[in-house]
């Protein structure tokens, strides 16, 4: 199990629910970028039951889908609540990926029922316009439990997304690697173009969209 160092600090420090936030999906050609909160309280550390169905929490990366897939249930269960937001690729290409990454953030935090007291963000920068205590640590999601049950939360919520989306556009593979620019996919896309899920302000993809001279 990943450390609790910091979740313990806040919570001695006075905090009394902290808030972990991750995204998956920054990265790819195609589809929605999901931003995940995932809320602790000092109970639920204390709770042996609890943490035991959580001790596989990990950076999401580092998870087979299987294990993701049963550690989405239990974070969903045994967490204090979890919140998820998403943009689709048309908000992407709109306001561009790194903004489209907060707002997805801010829509997961706003799902939440109960506003947290600190936010632990999982990568280099934090929430603008926030006015919720807040702090963002680089590979979060390796490090810190509650970034790192986030991510997973994110992670299988957008692979679901594109495990649908596959079926609608099956010549890409998306199936096989979510939209992320793999040679499979590039490949696809050389032969058949984007597709309307496609992020047009990414390379390659924008290529296809340039106008003649």
């Known amino acids: 199990m990943l450390g609790l160092k910091k979740e313990n600090s806040l919570f001695t420090a006075g905090f009394s629910l902290v808030a972990g936030i991750d995204e998956a999906g920054r990265g790819p050609l195609a589809g929605p ?88 963000i999982g990568g280099r920068f934090p929430i603008p316009n926030t006015t919720i205590s807040q702090e963002a640590i680089i590979d979060g999601d390796a490090l810190v439990f509650s970034i790192a049950a986030a991510s997973i939360i994110a992670k299988v919520t957008r692979d679901r997304i594109m495990t649908e989306l596959a079926k609608k556009y099956p ?36 290529a296809y969209f340039k106008k003649s001279p």
């Open 33 to 120: 970028v999901v931003a995940a909160a995932a809320v602790l309280k000092p109970e639920i550390i204390a709770n042996a039951a609890k943490m035991e169905r959580l001790k596989d929490v990990n950076d999401s990366k580092k998870l087979t889908a299987k294990k993701r897939e049963e550690l989405f249930v239990a974070i969903q269960e045994e967490f204090f609540e979890v919140g998820v937001g998403l943009c689709d690729h048309t908000t992407i290409d709109r306001i561009n990926i790194l903004e489209a990454t907060f707002l997805a953030m801010k829509m997961a935090v706003g799902q939440l029922k109960t506003k947290p007291s600190h936010l632990l």
């Open 171 to 206: 010549q890409y593979g998306f199936l096989n690697h979510k939209g992320y620019g793999t040679k499979e996919h590039l490949e696809a896309l050389k032969k058949y173009g984007p597709c309307p899920i496609h992020r047009r302000s990414f390379k390659p993809v924008s």
